[in-house]
C-alpha cells in the first residue's frame, strides 16, 4: 500500500502535522506517503473504531474523520507554505462497510487552489483502492500563513525557533 513515490520534504510535514493531532494520536492514524497535490493516510484496524461489536464493522464517525483529515493535511501537499486551513464543507457518500480486521487508507487530492479556498477529493479502501469504502469532497478557506502561529508553522516545517 505504500507508494514509492514519496517527497521527503513533504512527507515530513505530513508526519509532524498529523502527529500533533490528538484524535490522530488516538485513533493511530499515520501518513503512508505524500507528493505533490495527493496524500495516503491509514487508519489501522482496533477496537476503539468499532460501531458494531457484534460484527466488528468500523464505525462511519472513524471512516469520517479519517477523511477529513485526509482531506485537510492534503492542502499542506498543494501549497508553498503552511498555513492552516478549516474545514468549510465536507460531504461524504459510503458505498459499503469496510470489512473488519483490516485498516483502511484515504487517499486525498487537491484538485483546485484558489487564493481564498481549496478544493479536495478523498476516496477510502482497505485491500484495493479499486474497492471505495467511502468517498468526499471537501472544501477549505485559507487563512494564510501570516494567520497561523508562528511557533506551530515552524514545528510543521522544521524550522528552528529563533
Given amino acids: 500500500m505504500t507508494p514509492s513515490n514519496n517527497t521527503p520534504d513533504l512527507m515530513g510535514r505530513v508526519s509532524r502535522f498529523i502527529g500533533t493531532l490528538k484524535h490522530c494520536q488516538h485513533l493511530g492514524i499515520r501518513p503512508v506517503s505524500a507528493i505533490t497535490n495527493e496524500l495516503v493516510l491509514e487508519l489501522p484496524y482496533s477496537q476503539r473504531i468499532v460501531g458494531n461489536p457484534e460484527t466488528g464493522v468500523i464505525h462511519g464517525g472513524a471512516i469520517t474523520t479519517l477523511m477529513d ?4 493535511t492534503v492542502v499542506i501537499c498543494a501549497l508553498p507554505e503552511f ?49 471505495t469504502v467511502a468517498h468526499c469532497v471537501a472544501t477549505f478557506m485559507r487563512i494564510g500563513s501570516e494567520s497561523t502561529p508562528k511557533a506551530y508553522r515552524q514545528l510543521i516545517t522544521g524550522e528552528a525557533a529563533p
Fill in 83 to 131: 498555513e492552516l486551513c478549516p474545514t468549510l464543507d465536507l460531504r461524504v457518500d459510503y458505498m459499503r462497510a469496510a470489512n473488519p480486521g483490516l485498516p483502511v487508507f484515504a487517499r486525498a487530492t487537491a484538485y483546485r487552489v484558489s487564493g481564498n479556498i481549496i478544493f479536495t477529493r478523498c476516496e477510502t479502501y482497505q485491500e484495493s483502492p479499486r474497492q
Fill in 69 to 72: 483529515t485526509a482531506s485537510g
